[in-house]
């Protein structure tokens, strides 16, 4: 099953994706179950009730230009993981702890849906703004000192993470603070899908194209720490909560294609990775999962505005 | 004012004190506002209302006993700053940018209000579980690209703030991580002066005792970065929304007292570091403001709980 959060009327909405362009609004098939991911996935049997309301329903409506939200918009908390690939260690000759998973913390509001406009930061506050194409891993069932091997009881699903991340700030200390929080920076979806379909994530690749271009292409067991490690990691220090998101980490740049020349970027001088800029678009694909689709667009110009 | 936020029967409230030991709900005085503080502040005229409404009222309720939760219980993101105070920059011999501010966030996990319990690892998990006595900001209008001159139109309050730590899991990598969000190992409050009451908080001190014995002394006015420039610093990566909550960052140790026989504490062997054990009082005063008190219990043995 594949779940998105989108949002009508002002309102935050779910949905079960049923064809390549079509969807079911979960308030017609189901109006007593929660109009939010988060709150559905605390239910004990959620996703088996949506399950069986959605069995057998075509889709109603197009999920083209549909508002699509982050697979959920509130969670209680958004980890990412810093290198926690291989090639990606290597490229940037950082140093992290081979025996600990590196983690730090992203905000709601850096964080927007399939389709909608990631933010460039103007050239005055940073020029170095990067895709990151990552797994998302979503927390079901909750709980605390999770083993290894029970981790796959806690999850509901996966989805596609763009770990979007302006470098000259994330440079400015060792955490990387609002490196990694600027406004609608990066994003999340289209769906959820659930583990039982997904399968084991081990087996499947993340892609991250440019402007159509592939810029990162790693197969998914590469990692220094799998999915299960984290959340024993995790759940050792806090009891999970239902919607949870764990970005599992970047893979390497591939390097630049035949005839291609390409500046090295940043100051680890990598050969392949290319800033975003205004009127690009980024896509990064989970295979048998789907494609988070997000254009670029300028953000505004750096002048004092009270809200 | 003084705005508590509280839990009643299952449900969030907040309430106006209105003397040592007494405070008005804010359901009895102004039904029509919200029940939650961020809502409140998110109201442009949401403090001068309840102001007008509290106006020459007495308290009906009693402060003891009260479950006090978090100033904000469900901000949108709690920041924190490392290596704030240049003696505890000393005392640590850790470098951080003299040019930026040093960031990390902390989950609504992490956090409890005044008077309830802070869980002490087990020992098989972390021994080092310390105190950090820090001044809390709380954002009152939101905004983008503030200027440090504008800054104070945008806080809300003040609070005080306890931003316990686990040192082990802390040191685990570049970014802190889950060493700053372990269950239940920080708070915040009793509550929120508001910023026209408490004045310029580059006058007051922050405290810190545990068990009654003074373990942090220090002015506000020795910050490397004030409460302005921060506010300055990361609203031009996002927007500032109400509720937001910045710690400032905790001063360095007071020596051992006359006749204490004291061990030096964690990797950098800081003399006047106390750790939190279970049966341990902890509190964080800043001056002009109020008292932040947290008995500190043991958690659970490390086995596997799901939820």
Known sequence: MRIISYEERGAARIGVVAGPESFIPVGDIAPSLPASLRALLA???GLTR???AAAG???????????FLPVIPDPHVTWALALNF???IEETGLTTSKEFPHLFIRTPASLVGHGAPLLCPPPEIAKEFDYE???CVIIGRGGRHIP???AFDHIAGFSCFNEGSVREYQRHNRNFGLGKNFERSGSVGPWLMTADEFGDPARQRVITRLNGIERQNAPLDDMLFSVAQVIQYLSAGY???PGDMIAMGTPGALPPHPGETLQPSGRHKILGQVNMKPGDTVEVEITGLGVLVNPIVADEKAAYRPV
């Open 43 to 45: 239910m004990p049997d």
């Open 50 to 52: 949506l399950k069986d």
């Open 57 to 67: 329903k075509a889709g109603t409506r197009s999920l083209k230009e549909l508002r």
């Open 86 to 88: 291989k090639k990606h």
């Open 133 to 135: 194409g990552e797994l």
């Open 148 to 150: 290894a091997a029970k």
């Open 239 to 241: 009891a999970l909560r």
